[in-house]
């Protein structure tokens, strides 16, 4: 049951008290008590990224001054536009699991109790333990969530559903990794030693899908990316950066996507679809033929893949690679295009602080 205006309603139901509010195609839904969100959004900002030549990863070279590319501490990825929903994740993730202390306290008080008595006992007792987990679990469904609710006008929609689809497109590559590390090859042994590579980078497979943070329930489930020890969730208002159970956020208008093309030694098998563009030898010479002092020396493919680079000022910075090109522009217009319609919703600048 709920009461209101077009806009704001307070209303009550079997998860509790509740507010729902918002204008301009962007809704947000909060339990009563709980901190809740203010959403300001402005236009969106652009920058650019010149990846170099790549060469396969896990290379260890003591020439070789590997620098690496890792986002800043999560929890320093704040905005005051999010700043009262990030402490309410923040504060869910960081509260005691009842499933895990009921249950673990019902097993050690069950068996201590069952000492002696015999295997009925036991068995009373590992029951006794599975309710005290399904009691917790239950408990631990509101205590430890955070509930946001999406009703996307029909702007808003269009734009987020431009974003799925760029990401379906780019997360259709046949191969992803996302970048650790990279350096640069500054002497002619290690040059050699690295099939003429320019540059070495540490990377290693990487997964894009869809999915929710343990702590968040909504009526989306947002395309996500795992970058190194943080996972990005690309919900329709923001981007969420979750590492270890610690939150952070970017802000549409704040992600800066920027691409280049990045021809890659590979010595490992080519990806079903990328583009060869040439080859070299695993030992060259300077002229660019192989070096005969080597009786293992063969051909390596170069292929043509995308690097991408995710930034933003407040932390946010990683880079990866997918096994095919052209497939970035889309997802970075995308991104830019929301943060415009969310920019728009006037409405939504004038919402109060709940």
């Given amino acids: 049951m709920s009461v209101g205006v077009n806009g704001l309603r307070f209303g009550t139901g079997p998860r509790g008290h509740y507010v729902h509010a918002g204008r301009g195609g962007l809704y947000y839904h909060a339990s009563l008590g709980e901190n809740s969100s203010r959403r300001i959004y402005a236009e969106p900002s652009r920058s650019h990224f010149a ?58 008080l069950g068996l201590i109790s069952a000492a002696g008595l015999g295997v009925g006992a036991i068995i009373a007792a590992f029951v006794l333990t599975v309710i005290a987990a399904i009691v917790g679990a ?25 974003l799925t689809d760029a990401f379906d497109h780019l997360a259709a590559s046949s191969r992803k990794w996302h970048v650790d590390a990279g350096g640069k090859v ?10 003429g590579a320019s540059t070495l980078v540490d990377k290693r497979p990487t997964q894009f899908g869809y999915g929710l943070p343990r702590v968040l329930k909504s ?44 021809r890659f030694i590979e010595e490992d098998s080519v990806p079903s679809d990328a583009q060869i563009v040439g080859e070299t030898w695993k030992y060259p010479n300077k002229n660019g033929g192989p070096d005969r002092r080597f009786a293992n020396n063969r051909r390596l493919p170069i292929c043509l893949y995308e690097s991408f680079h995710l930034g933003s000022a407040n932390g946010l910075n990683e880079l990866l690679q997918v096994s095919t090109n052209g497939r970035t522009r889309a997802f970075a217009s995308a991104v830019q295009a929301l943060a415009a319609v969310l920019g728009r919703s006037s409405a939504v600048l004038a919402l109060p602080n709940l």
Avoid at 64 to 90: A, I, K, Q, W, Y
Avoid at 139 to 151: E, F, H, K, L, P
């Fill in 51 to 108: 990846p170099p030549r790549r060469h396969p990863a896990h290379i260890v070279e003591p020439n070789v001054d590997m620098v690496p590319v890792s986002s800043g501490d999560v929890m320093s990825m704040s905005d005051e536009r999010f700043s009262d929903l990030l402490d309410e994740f923040n504060s869910k993730q960081g509260k005691l699991s009842l499933a895990w202390t009921l249950a673990g306290t019902a097993l050690v």
């Fill in 138 to 162: 239950h408990i631990d469904a509101t205590r430890r969530s955070v509930v946001v609710m999406y009703n996307l006008e029909q702007d808003a929609s269009a734009a987020y559903q431009s």
């Fill in 219 to 262: 009526n989306v489930t947002p395309p996500t990316m795992q970058v190194g020890k943080e996972t990005l969730y690309f919900l329709p208002d923001l981007t969420l950066v979750v590492e270890n159970g610690r939150v952070g956020a970017v802000a549409y208008d704040a992600l800066r996507v920027t691409w280049q093309d990045s």
């Fill in 186 to 195: 500054r002497d002619i042994h290690t040059w050699k030693r690295n099939a």
